[in-house]
């Protein structure tokens, strides 16, 4: 990537002189001369880029043991390596990735990531943390060319890159085998690529213009592949592009049909390009993984069908079900289990004393039931009785096979849920009471159309109480067996009261393939999708417990052990100088607004030079703003369980802008001294700064390479004194 | 567009201009300069209305042709000229008619059903809790409550009556109509206030009899205003509220506004506005979106009319800014702290939601923390027995039980095996502890007193089973990365006991060093390994009961270390078991109660208030998600009758609910539509039209934006009745927006005909809603006997879920 970005400077030398001459004529003074030289711009560059790179790399293979997520992505990674279906609320793309760069490392997937803190030993895992740590070194040289192309100042670009680099959150978080690096590796990828898209302006239609446009479509799906949190950066493009429409429309020389031509550019490019891209992410994702792994539970039954192993795959029962088959009820929201029942009783106490009723994920003799007319019993299957068809809106009972009991509920309070209704096994050998009796409501179903397996869901009305059948997915105590409460919910409307046949025996009636009830690639695609949704909307945090909460992150109140066992120490905290100064320079950037706001609105004039220096500022700052907004702001609002790890790609855009605010700092302060120190003023400003942040990093390394062990209180320790908030825990 | 056709519009629309400033002297009064609406007259002379009118066209030449014509033969366009229907109402009878009816839909049948309707479970209560002046705790602040509890106040309420579940009667003791009356008479008021708002808006009387028709037959609206609930209240204020700011507004941008600045109708309005959003925002938290409406309409005046007039000198615009940040800051800061201070000084009886507060906090009401605290000793001594509350968040007592912390956990890691301490959110005798000097062996209470000050070190004994606080260098149960904290149980595996605890009083600039019972906030640092005895916020699985974990943490300057007792007494017995009787069984010793200002009370009460949510009901039936608001999916039960089918049910008059959802999405295309066409220099309808389709947009649209986006991104149980206040902005676009319709029709086709053809239409949508109201009004009203095929009648969605309990 930074070759690609070489091969393409001259050019940006040459937009450079295209630039607004007023930039030129007051560039007068001594402290910026010099700066458009192309030897120090790429010895500037360079410089930052082996820095990076030595940074990154430098103990990189240190912990030698498992670190935080690593856990979950290293596994991930490997699935796609031994190719079994996993499931994650996150889409494929970034565990791809990683997987890729294990097998690049002949990884074969055997470790088994199994709890933070093992050891490696001789597995390679070197691969997987080369290539994220790869890619989150590309975001120093990425923000760097960024704010390049957004102000065409070299202090800017190299204040906005130094930021980044030596920032310890943004090195800790961008080491490890962690779906991070890719996601801020696209997320930058995808601002760089639409500022360069945007400068291209004055050529629409040539080759870098689309080239560069395609390339944001590209960028951006990346983003969102790895994570849902990289739809923010789409906001921005999408912001980015309705504004250079806007200005586009608003050129008279030009035709409407002009600004439509644009549009539809922008809509193939930015709309089309990433939808197909993205369906062709998850049509790779559901190729590659192919094998029954420990993902198949979440699925629906159908879905479990295309994965071999599962037992699903190849199997065959009847495609209707008939009065008197054996069947297994399988809950058919996410994660639903099916319905079981066991020879114990619910205990004193806990309603009415009658056997268990609940789900259970497991495949078990017990999840078994025959289903039969309410007013008949159970037919035997060597009957010669011509077969009935169980139809929608029938009055059924459903019978325990390994206990003869039927499936019941009354009037007594669920065993968690005190508002639901129990739910029991009742009766002897088949034969219990009126309130057995449950109505079939076929979901969108036809009056008497019969009941398929697997491809129909359906509702179990209580016939007596007008109640569900419904699982609350809350876990039983002990007596229980922890399995999953079934209850009888008076709210007909519930979610988790759907269910379907999996299983289906009935010997006289033909069977099919499960290959008959294949979902489709779409199908399935949506199918993940309403799975991961559902996943990521289950994350809430639990009762009193504390989490992360937004407000705490831009102040870097409280971070993240990496590894905290014996050994190592690393500890995700960023560097607070470069923080808290983002920070000052934001609340800067929002004074320089309101009071350029003001000026102009009453008509106050500033000097040209100044005028053109903050409009730079103020253009390049607006646009990173609003993308640290999108990326920081949607966490207030959401109910999930939240991470100091979510703050990063805003920091991205408040480091660049501190980057820039600096440049418009150290360029507007020395003109205010005498002419004699404004030379000196301006490199000591700089130096300053640099070494300021220099010093700092230097100061907090050991969060990011490995702190000694033992509290920061004792003198010996590597972070004595330097834990200058109460709040870290190290 | 060629571009041709671009500069005929741009000639046009700056001819118009010049004609108009030559030749018109605009005999027509400014409705804005006049400040009051209702007089302005509305239709022009007869002669006028058979003039042509400009005509749309869609090819340059035509349209050239066109303008070429109109422009010598009328004198000059604007929008009076276009053909209108000449109806003039002198006697403002429109809203007067509007307000008799909305008074006799919203008082008819008022008292009836004469039982608890839905939320009036918890106004009603918290009314009745008013007139016996206990103390309660809600979410949302107080001045819809104190309306209610006014009413019923007047209306002879002595607080007697017990809200126990809906449906339930109510007896001869509630002045069940006073207390309607509320907001049936807001919700009426509602009416002719809308009225006003559209005539300020610059609309036609019609129109503004339109808006008001609409939230006069508007279901949901009629059935909220019926009963003892806030959104009629809250709606009134803020429509008062808008209203007042309009006509700010209208001073502000007439044309001598200069000679208007700080008049007494110019603080009039200014004041009364920011003082009925306050008010709005002071029934409800919501109300804040009408208020920051406001807040953007005055903001974005000053911006163009006072920052942007060259003419101020420096110093006016500062005493506009000032006068505008006194108005919309100081004032709304006074009156919110004002409902507090009456909210405070009313309730001054310990009750039901004590617990919800500080010890401090409920040992200031009167009879508060009676049972616990009444007379207890206030200084902590060797021997003073406690029980030690987590002071943050929600409350929870340090807690130990005779069981032990299991040998291995579930993730394999071991413990000490000791017996477990916890965090116990219940008052139980397991929360006794007894404070001791470490180097004392006897424990009752004798003068001199021993009294425990800042920096001391002392043990803390648990009282049933006498065993130590302690804790060491074992990871704790949930947290492996704090230290464990236990009962010191001595098995012999070389694990000492370390059991000293310091204490630190963290507010003892205002308190003193002295441990004193509620007041002091104390943290107890553990001697030997500098940790913090702190609240984890985990919980612990099944063998602990699932109470919460307490551990040692390093991090000791936070909220979570931080304790106070809560219940003190001195211990009298030497001998354990004795001490253990009376630990159970003893009563207190009476004390002089706590005095607590009202500052402090104040602010404890905010913080409550904004950040312990009590409110969110799981799982209920009748939840609504904000996109179902805007096709009226679901509704919500508010009562059935015991003996029929009768029922009261939330729904909007479904008409209304669908046709103001397309007049949104219209207003917003042909918005998106003129923005574009301008950037292009073409203006398709005159400057009058838009910037009245402008302002409509500032005011009704962003209104609505304001009250309706939020919900999507908060993480409440949500209900249909949330989704009012922006309904209310709806239906004034939808009015807004038919007026538009006709100019258009008008600018377009030249024939009366098709004028009538409107007024045609729109009477028949008219009909239509009133035939619908008429259908849905017995779920207003809970008018009975009804029926179950009555019921299913009704019921025109699948997903409206109405009760049908009986055939």
Known sequence: MPKAEGSDAPATAASRSTEPKSKKTHRDTAYDSGKTSTGLWWTLFGLILITTAATRFYKLDQPDHICWDETHFGKFGGYYINRTFFFDVHPPLGKMLIGLFGYLDGYNATFAFEKPGDKYEDYPYMGMRAGCAIMGALLVPLSFLTVWEMTFSLPAA???????LLDHGMLTLNRYILLDPPLLFFISASVYTTVKFHNQRHRAFSFPWWFWLSATGAMLVGSVAVKFVGVFVVFLV????????????????????????????RALCLIALPIVLYMGIFYIHLRVLYLSGPGDGYFSSAFQTHLEGNFLHNASTPREVAYGSLLTLKNSITGGGYLHSHMHLYPAGVGAKQQQVTTYSH??????????????????????????????????????????????????PAPVSRKHYQVTGYGENGTGDANDVWRLVIEGGAENEPLETMRHKFKLVHYLQNCVLSTTKKTLPKWGYEQQEVTCNPNLRDAAAVWNVEDNRFPRLPNVSFSAYKLNFFQRFFEAHAVMFSGNAGLKPKDGELTSRPWMWPINLRGQFFSAGEGVKIYLLGNPIIWWSNLVFMAFYLTLLVVKSIRDRRGIISSPHQKALQERALSACGWLYIGWLLHYVPFWGMGRILYFHHYFPA???????????????????????????????????????????????????????????????????????????????? | MGDTEVKNRKVNRNKNKNEKNKEIPNPAVDPRDEGDGESTPEALPEELTEEP???????????????????????????????????????????????????????????????IVFDELHYGRYAGLYQKQTFFFDSHPPLGKQLLALAGYLGGFQGDFKFDKIGSSYNASVPVFAMRAVPALTGSLLIPLVYMIMLQLNYSQWTAALAGFLFLFDNALLTQSHYMLMEPIILFFAMSGVLCVLKFRALERSGNAQAHSYSLRWWGWLLSGSIFLTCALCVKYVGVYSYLLGLALVGHDFWEKVLGNLSLTKKQVFGHAVARFFAFFVVPLMVYIGVFYIHLTTLVNAGPHDSAMSSAFQASLEGGLSSIVRGQPLEVVHGSQVTLRHAHGSPCWLHSHAANYPVKYADKRGSSHQQQVTCYVAKDINNWWIVKRPNRTDLAVAAPLDRISHGEEIQLVHGITGRNLNSHNVAAPASPTKQEVSCYVDHNVSMPAQDVWRVEITNREEIGDVWHALESMVRLIHVNTSVALAFSGRMLPDWGHNQHEIVGDVMVNQPNTIFNVEEHRYTRNEDEKDRQLELMTTDFIPLEPVVMGFWEKFFELQIRML?????????????????????????????????????????????????????????????????????RQCFDIHEEAWNQFRTTGEVLLLGYVFHFLPYFFVDHTLFLHHYLPALAFKLLLNAALVEHLYYLTRLVFAKQFFNWMCVLIVLTWMSGILMVFNKFLPLCYGLGPMNATQILDLKLRETWDFIVHKP
Not at chain 1, 390 to 409: A, F, K, Q, Y
Not at chain 1, 683 to 697: A, E, K, N, Q
Not at chain 2, 656 to 664: F, P, Q, V
């Open chain 1, 363 to 412: 495949k078990d003799g017990n999840n078994r039931w025959f289903i039969k007319k309410f007013n008949k019993p159970t037919p035997l299957w060597n009957s010669t009785d011509s077969i009935e068809l169980v139809r929608n809106g029938d009055l059924i009972r459903l019978e325990h096979r390994p206990t003869r009991r039927n499936l019941h509920s009354h009037k007594e």
């Open chain 2, 53 to 115: 009118i400009l005509k749309k066209s869609a090819s340059p030449k035509k349209s050239e042709k066109k303008q070429r014509k109109a422009g010598s033969a009328t004198a000059g366009q604007s929008l009076a000229d276009l053909p209108t229907l000449a109806v003039t109402c002198h006697f403002n009878l429109l809203p007067m008619l509007l307000f008799g009816v909305a008074l006799a839909t919203r008082f008819y049948a008022l008292d009836q059903p004469n039982s």
């Open chain 1, 158 to 164: 190299t204040f906005a890159g130094v930021l980044i």
């Open chain 1, 651 to 730: 920091l991205l855009f408040s480091s660049m802008m501190s980057g820039v605010v600096i440049d418009y700092l150290v360029e507007s302060i020395p003109p205010l001294l005498p002419a004699g120190i404004r030379n000196s003023a301006y490199h000591l400003l700089v130096g300053g700064i640099v070494s300021s942040l220099i010093y700092s990093f230097y100061l907090f390394a050991p969060l990011t390479y490995g702190m000694s062990n033992g509290p920061s209180t004792e003198a010996n320790s590597t972070m004595y004194g330097m834990r200058w908030l109460e709040t870290w825990e190290f």
């Open chain 2, 611 to 679: 950040f312990i949510s009590n409110e969110n009901v799981q799982n209920h039936m009748y939840t609504s998600s904000p996109w179902e608001w805007l096709v009226l999916t679901r509704g919500i039960a508010y009562w059935v009758s015991p003996d029929s089918n009768a029922q009261i049910h939330l729904l909007g008059n479904i008409f209304i609910w669908y046709s103001a959802t397309i007049a949104l999405a219209a207003y917003c295309s042909l918005l998106v539509f003129y923005l574009l066409r301008q950037r």
């Open chain 1, 238 to 265: 999408g912001f980015r592009a309705i504004a250079d429409l806007w200005e586009i429309l608003g050129d008279l020389s030009r035709p409407v049909s002009y600004t439509v031509k644009h549009f539809m550019a």
